[in-house]
């Protein structure tokens, strides 16, 4: 059984402070992994997603990624309110190959 | 990037009856995936939809209940059958689309009373 954890949360940051997600995966096989945002009542939206060991930056968004520790970890610097939400990590191949999804982080930052 | 357009975006149904659901993408793909989010949970994997194959289940799904067509490259449907208010959850459509990664259709909020 493929597993993807995730810190439970929820999950509370300052304004302004770096907010750390971390996922860990029991499939040595999976290729990429994915960070998903929810914001109740909406569906997941993509931030980023890794394939490579080591870090993968986008704006304020850093992945990370250690395959040997089979763990992942999305990194959120100068933390804003509207990156109050859900974090949904997901494994699995590459391009249409099932994903599977952790349990998801409650996100919420303090102004 | 990639839109999928999903509905209806939600419903009421009265139990023992069906609903399907419709997912449409603006691009042609390869693989459809139906996911089913109850409320404060995330995701499970309902089944993999192929264009001109039957869908693959996983553990705990089966076709008698949620059947899934896969007409064209474009659109997919999942139906829920014989619904029971255990069902009353959010129904999402996903597609692999390229450098947008997996994107996912806006959801379906079905109540089952």
């Known amino acids: 059984q493929k597993e993807v954890e995730q810190n439970s949360g929820p999950l509370s940051v300052p304004e302004g402070a770096i907010a750390s997600l971390n996922c860990t995966y029991s499939?040595?096989?999976?290729?990429?992994f994915f960070w998903y945002r929810q914001y109740s009542g909406k569906s997941p939206e993509l931030i980023m997603f890794?394939?490579?060991?080591g870090d993968k930056e986008d704006g304020r968004f850093t992945a990370q990624l250690n395959k040997a520790s089979q763990y992942v970890s999305l990194l959120i610097r100068d933390s804003q309110p509207s990156d109050s939400a859900t974090y949904l990590c997901?494994?699995?191949?590459?391009?249409?190959?099932?994903?599977?999804f952790g349990t998801g982080t409650r996100l919420t930052i303090i102004p | 990037s990639a839109v999928i357009s999903q509905k209806p975006s939600r419903d009421i149904c009265q139990r023992g009856t069906s609903l399907t659901i419709q997912c449409q993408v603006d691009s042609q793909v390869t693989m459809m995936f139906w996911y089913r989010q109850q409320p404060g949970q995330s995701l499970t994997l309902i089944a993999t939809?192929?264009?001109?194959?039957?869908?693959?289940?996983e553990s705990g799904f089966v076709i008698d209940k949620f059947p899934i067509s896969r007409p064209n490259l474009t659109f997919s449907t999942l139906t829920v059958s014989n619904m029971s208010p255990e069902d009353s959850s959010i129904y999402l459509c996903?597609?692999?689309?390229?450098?947008?990664?997996?994107?996912f259709g806006s959801g379906t909020r079905l109540t089952v009373v």
């Open positions: 499939d040595r096989g999976s290729q990429s």
């Open positions: 939809a192929n264009q001109g194959s039957e869908a693959t289940y």
């Open positions: 997901a494994g699995g191949g590459f391009g249409n190959e099932k994903l599977t």
């Open positions: 996903s597609a692999w689309t390229g450098s947008y990664g997996y994107t």
């Open positions: 890794i394939y490579s060991n």
